[in-house]
Structures are given as structure tokens and as C-alpha cells.
């Protein structure tokens, strides 16, 4: 197996079984001797068969014998840390190692589905693989010291994702790397500004990514789409101070290969960096007015998604839209009627139909012909049900388990979903390859059979979803 693809294998391929473990209110002096028995470093701590915390020798020399303390006169849990991180045992290896870089720590509780411990994993266990790999890419990123780092270091996140592509890693897994490859880059960016130029920041705001990104479905022509939510109680000179980080961050993310959204969504611009109330009161105005510009400004924002600050701000804006959609769902219905008007480009027999743009004969935008119908019309699900979490597979799988899809219909929509992705993915990976512009058209006469009759399904499951957003949203009655 191609050393990149380790990292695409699940935990528990990787993981220490027989964990050893002591219990919260077990005597510390108890824990250090059967640690000294065992030669180990560190002990989870458990209720049960679930994970509480973790205790290590560090924490003994820096809690207890630094300050002098009687270890004679201490339970496990009072120098314990807690809660221990966990990851599932199903989850990719580098969503492990994401996990730890973004939390600055080196070791990972493994848990089954139901949450019980079944091992643990350290970064000292990711470092046996070979170097050349995504988790090397991510301790680059770590190290990077300046913008030209990390230039080169976004150009190499393509470079792996073109050098990817020509294995059989599935569509979803490499979405989900390229996302957390990017967010990488972007907290090693804030924490560089921060080091360097905005030491004083307020604590008060939060930096959000929102559209695809948001969503975590960027592929290798994703722009930006970004903004400021900072606290109403912030003062002027607060405010001026988060302005010029805001300026300073997109122009750096410009400077460093990041395309800047054409449209100006991005957090320099004062209309995308707003207080919370005043980003409530615009969201009220959209939602209360949907209009077609307003339809496109509320729809991408309700995929916002923290990527760095307070969480707090973020959580009091996505509890606005819930609450304030619950009250009146007539934006969700415009937006769902909005989808609408990207039909499959399917003639008659069931004949794909190319653009009747001269430029593009013999292609499609696969963004229109089918991806956008199916993101929106699954996000007006998901606002409906008052549950907007995770991308647009996430939430096909959360809408079946809540009863609103059934089964044939969320496993026409995954798999039409993955394989129109996938199309776009390979032409962005080809243009790349061949040093064109990354656009949405596929040539259809560059697929093979199989890949036709399968696009041809695809988009007849796009078409089945939206009679039945038309029928679930009753929008004949729309006008």
C-alpha cells in the first residue's frame, strides 16, 4: 500500500490495545507503583468501560513533586487531566493526527461506537510511518516561520491531492483532507499574525468560513468565503484592533495562493465583519426578505463554520437562525424553489444535454447540473429539522435517521452526491495537471461508459430529489 493511503486507514489498525487503567478516586501512590511495575509513562482513567482522563508522569513531577505536596494525601482524579480527547476507532488515522496538532497534545484516547475504551494512540505511533505523507505535510505546516512557508506548503496540499487522486481513496475522504489540510494553513497563519503584528487582540470574536467550506466540500478551486462575528460589548478601539487582523488575514491568505471570493465575501470588507447583534439583525433581514440576492447571502451563511476564536458567538448565531426560521419557514421554502431552478441537463430519452454555451460544447457544469441542487435542497431539509451540522452527506445520514429521507432516497442522493463530486474533483486534478484554469465543466466525451450511464443516474436521482422538495415544500403554491 502506497505509504499516503496509510493514513487513510482507521484507527484501529494503529492503535495499543490492553490499555492499562486506574479508577478516579484510586490513591495516586497506588497508580505511580503499577505504572513503575508496567515501565509506562501514563494511565487512562475510567468510570467503567468509558474514558475519563488520563494521567501521566509528567503531571506527577509538575503537580505534585514541583509543589511539594504529599502524594500520599491525593486521589488520581485530583491531578488527573480531563476530559482525555478521544477518537473512534473507525476514524481515519489522519483525523488523528489533525486532532492532536490542532490540540497541541500527543495522545488520543480510542473509543468504540458506543464510547468505551478499546485503546490509545500517540503521536510517537504516526511518526513510524514513512515521512512523505499528509502527516507530514501537517507538521510542516506546524513548523512553518513565514508566508512564503506557507505558499509553499498550499501548493503542496494540491501537489498530494493530484498524487492522490491516482489511487482509490474514495471522493468523501479526500474532500475531508483537503478541508483539514486548509484549516491548518489558516490557524498557522492567525497564530503567526498573532505572534508577530496582533499580540493584544480582544478575545471577543470568532473568524467563520462559510459555503463549501463551511460545509468542508472545498476541492482544489475553492475561493474564499469568510467573516468576523465579534461581541457587542467590544469598544471602538477593540473593534479597530479586530478590523486591521481581519484586513491583515485575508491578505495574507490572498498573498499565499488562497483565491479571494470574487463576489468580496470575505472579512476585510466591513459588510462580512459585523457585531453579533448587528449580524442578527442582517440575518432577520434576509431571511424576512428573500430575495434572490438575499436567498444566495442567507444560504451560504447558515454553512458557517468556526475555524478560530470564540464558539460562543458562533452558537448564538446558528440558535438566531433556528429560532427565527422555526417562527417562519418561508426563506427555507424560497431557497428550496430557488434550487429548483437548476435542472439536470437531461433531454429526451434520458439524453445528457452539453452547454449551449459555444465556449463550453460538449461539456456541463457539474456544479449546476447537479451539485448545487443537491447541497441546497438538503440544507432547506436540514434548517426544517432544525439541524445544520457537519457537510452534505452528514446531513443526508442525519435526515434518514430522522425520518424525513427514506432509505432508497439517502442512498440515491450519497451516491449521486459522491460520484458528481468526484467528477468535479478529477476535472479540477486534470486541469491542474495539464496547467488549465480549474473550472466545473467535465467533457462528456472523455467518459467511459460506465461513467456515463453513471452520471446519466446521478442526475435522474437529482431529478427524483427535487419532485420531492417540490412536493415536501408544496412550492405550487408558492408565487
Not at 13 to 36: E, P, Q, S
Request: overall charge negative; aromatic content about 6%.
Amino acid at each position: 500500500m502506497a505509504e499516503e493511503n496509510q493514513f487513510f486507514r482507521p484507527v484501529t489498525d494503529f492503535c495499543r490495545r490492553g490499555v492499562v487503567t486506574c479508577g478516579a478516586d484510586d490513591k495516586l501512590v497506588d497508580v505511580v507503583a503499577i505504572m513503575r511495575e508496567r515501565n509506562i509513562s501514563s494511565i487512562v482513567v475510567t468510570a467503567g468501560d468509558k474514558p475519563l482522563g488520563i494521567f501521566t508522569d509528567r503531571d506527577l513531577r509538575n503537580k505534585v513533586v514541583a509543589l511539594g505536596l504529599d502524594p500520599n494525601t491525593l486521589a488520581v482524579r485530583d491531578i488527573m487531566n480531563a476530559p482525555l480527547a478521544v477518537i473512534r476507532e473507525d476514524d481515519f488515522l489522519y483525523e488523528a493526527l489533525y486532532r492532536m496538532s490542532r490540540a497541541g497534545i500527543h495522545r488520543l484516547g480510542v473509543v468504540d461506537r458506543q464510547g468505551a475504551l478499546v485503546g490509545i494512540i500517540t503521536d510517537t505511533d504516526i511518526l513510524k510511518l514513512q515521512a512523505h505523507s499528509p502527516h507530514q505535510l501537517v507538521l510542516d505546516i506546524e513548523k512553518a516561520e513565514t508566508l512564503d512557508d506557507l505558499a509553499v506548503l498550499h501548493k503542496r496540499i494540491e501537489a498530494l491531492v493530484v498524487h492522490l487522486s491516482g489511487t482509490n481513496l474514495q471522493t468523501r475522504d479526500m474532500v475531508r483532507l483537503i478541508a483539514n489540510l486548509n484549516d491548518q494553513i489558516l490557524l498557522r497563519l492567525i497564530a503567526l499574525l498573532r505572534r508577530e503584528r496582533f499580540a493584544d487582540l480582544p478575545e471577543g470574536f470568532a473568524f467563520v468560513v462559510m459555503g463549501s467550506e463551511g460545509r468542508s466540500e472545498q476541492t482544489l478551486s475553492t475561493d474564499q468565503d469568510n467573516a468576523i462575528v465579534y461581541a457587542d460589548t467590544l469598544g471602538a478601539d477593540e473593534v479597530a484592533q479586530v478590523e486591521a487582523f481581519s484586513q491583515a488575514l485575508i491578505n495574507a491568505l490572498i498573498e499565499i495562493g488562497v483565491p479571494p471570493c470574487p463576489g468580496g465575501i470575505m472579512a476585510k470588507n466591513p459588510e462580512w465583519r459585523r457585531s453579533l447583534g448587528k449580524w442578527k439583525g442582517e440575518i432577520s433581514r434576509w431571511f424576512d426578505t428573500p430575495t434572490p440576492d438575499n436567498i444566495m447571502m442567507g444560504s451560504m451563511f447558515v454553512d458557517l463554520r468556526l475555524i478560530y476564536g470564540d464558539a460562543a458567538l458562533v452558537e448564538a448565531l446558528k440558535s438566531h437562525i433556528f429560532t427565527h426560521l422555526a417562527k417562519d419557514r418561508g426563506f427555507i421554502m424560497r431557497m428550496a424553489q430557488n434550487m429548483m431552478g437548476f435542472k439536470p441537463p437531461l433531454g429526451w430519452f434520458g439524453k445528457i444535454k452539453s452547454s449551449s454555451d459555444p465556449a463550453h460544447r460538449g461539456e456541463i457544469d457539474i456544479k449546476k447540473a447537479g451539485i448545487f441542487a443537491i447541497t441546497d435542497g438538503i440544507k432547506a431539509l436540514s434548517l426544517e429539522a432544525g439541524k445544520l451540522d457537519g457537510g452534505t452527506l452528514d446531513r443526508i445520514d442525519s435526515l434518514h435517521a430522522g425520518g424525513v429521507l427514506k432509505s432508497e432516497m439517502a442512498e440515491d442522493l450519497d451516491a449521486s452526491f459522491e460520484f458528481l463530486v468526484h467528477l468535479r474533483l478529477r476535472g479540477h486534478v486534470e486541469a491542474v495537471t495539464e496547467g488549465r484554469t480549474t473550472s466545473n465543466y467535465i467533457r462528456l466525451d472523455e467518459l467511459n461508459r460506465m461513467e456515463s450511464a453513471r452520471l446519466h443516474s446521478a442526475l435522474e436521482g437529482v431529478a427524483r430529489f427535487q419532485q420531492f422538495i417540490q412536493h415536501h415544500f408544496s412550492l405550487n403554491l408558492l408565487r
